[in-house]
């Protein structure tokens, strides 16, 4: 018989009989959808985003609806290094949260298409850099509560430069600054977009200084 702390007043005791029930339907239950779709139906639609409004029964057995901002492209990010640990940080007015922001460079990916070309691509469009050596460090689900949106992050190294080729969207300032700065300007709360932040905080933790 095992003590079990689980915050009460008083312990309890559990068998490991009952630990290793708790356990299977632990298993049993990640690979199980409690939520029912009963019908859905797109509401918005263009080359980007599509919205569903999804009649559905919830986990509890009640009927609800569920709105799912479907995305079309991957995202796509890069934190490009030299020898020196020097990185390219891009500023740009964000339409969505009315908000200027300093972020790595990102975009889409066609969801068709290899995402480290689309990275190449990327990086050569802000930035003007063309990489030798990419390494994937992180994928990432956006905000699933409310999206589909998912995210594969880079480390681009041994680099060349060329010129920037933005799209009409953009209107971009380039920033060389050193890898630490970046990670200085994670952790003051400078850079918020969610990418960049997590980016940098693995990049930091793999480099281990």
């Keep these: 018989m095992i003590l079990v702390n689980v915050y009460l007043s008083e312990p309890i005791f559990v ?9 299977s339907m632990s298993m049993k239950n990640e690979n199980q959808n409690p ?20 009649e559905v029964i919830n986990p509890a057995g009640n009927p609800g609806i569920y709105g799912v ?36 460079p990102e975009g889409g990916g066609k969801l068709d ?5 689309s990275a190449q ?13 990419w390494e994937k460090i992180l994928e990432m689900d956006l905000s699933n509560s409310a999206t589909n949106e998912h995210a594969i992050l880079y480390v681009a190294r041994d680099l060349q430069f060329t010129n920037t080729e933005p799209e009409e969207t953009e209107d971009l ?13 994670v952790l003051n709360g400078e ?14 933790l793999m480099l281990g200084n």
């Design 121 to 133: 691509r990327e990086l050569l469009e802000e930035c003007g850099i063309i990489a030798k050596q």
């Design 113 to 117: 298409t290899d995402p480290i070309v």
């Design 191 to 204: 850079v918020q977009d969610a990418m960049s932040v997590a980016a940098v905080l693995k990049l930091k």
């Design 35 to 54: 939520w029912q779709t009963k019908s859905s139906e797109i509401r918005y639609d263009n080359p980007w985003i599509q919205i569903q409004h999804n």
């Design 173 to 185: 300032q380039l920033k060389k600054v050193p890898f630490e700065t970046l990670y200085q300007m």
């Design 69 to 104: 901002v479907h995305f079309k492209n991957l995202a796509i990010g890069i934190i490009p290094l030299d020898k020196n640990n020097n990185t390219w940080i891009v500023g740009q007015y964000r339409y969505a949260t009315n908000s200027y922001s300093w972020e790595i």
């Design 15 to 23: 068998i490991p009989q009952t630990i290793d029930l708790f356990r």
